[in-house]
């Protein structure tokens, strides 16, 4: 377990999930990251999502830790053929500076490059941590957002 700012990444663990349930069920933190779950109630559909996540080897996801608290989660998938990350943080810890640390020690861990991120274009926080990361925009896409229940602009980087 690395420690950064008070920031350490760990394997996700069973007693992790109601806390990421909790955080996801929060209107503000749906609305920035724009691209989730419809129904960020429904714990069946959570439940379900978790353990394919969990199952899938090719997926690479650790529990953000600050100060010893659960502050969100971060992950890499394969989309569209290419390797991307993601972070979630809770509303709680936002403005800490956690996502930049927790971005920062999990780009250590993959070594695969390079590493893709999206983001919506009007999530400044999002965008401010990838550049901080070294990400770089290398364009942009139009996605249907089901929370949003519009179209939004999303933002590509790529990390060398």
């Avoid at 810890?93 to 999990?106: D, S």
């Avoid at 990400?135 to 590509?156: C, L």
């Amino acid at each position: 377990m690395k420690q950064n700012n008070k920031v350490s990444l760990r394997k996700v663990k069973k007693s992790d999930l109601p806390i990421f349930f909790t955080q996801q069920q929060d209107e503000e933190a749906n609305y920035m990251a724009a691209f989730v779950s419809r129904d960020p109630n429904n714990r069946r559909v959570f439940d379900k999502h978790w353990k394919k996540i969990l199952s899938d080897d090719s997926i690479i996801i650790k529990t953000i830790l600050y100060q010893n608290k659960i502050a969100g989660q971060i992950g890499s998938y394969i989309l569209f053929g290419e390797r991307e990350v993601y972070y979630w943080i809770g509303k709680e810890f936002w403005g800490k500076g956690i996502a930049t640390a927790a971005l920062n020690e999990f780009v250590k861990l993959i070594k695969v490059r390079p590493l893709h991120a999206r983001t919506a274009k009007d999530n400044v926080g999002s965008v401010r941590v990838l550049e901080k990361c070294g990400f770089s925009y290398i364009g942009n896409d139009i996605t249907f957002s089901q929370i949003r229940n519009v179209d939004v602009e999303e933002s590509i980087y790529k990390l060398a």
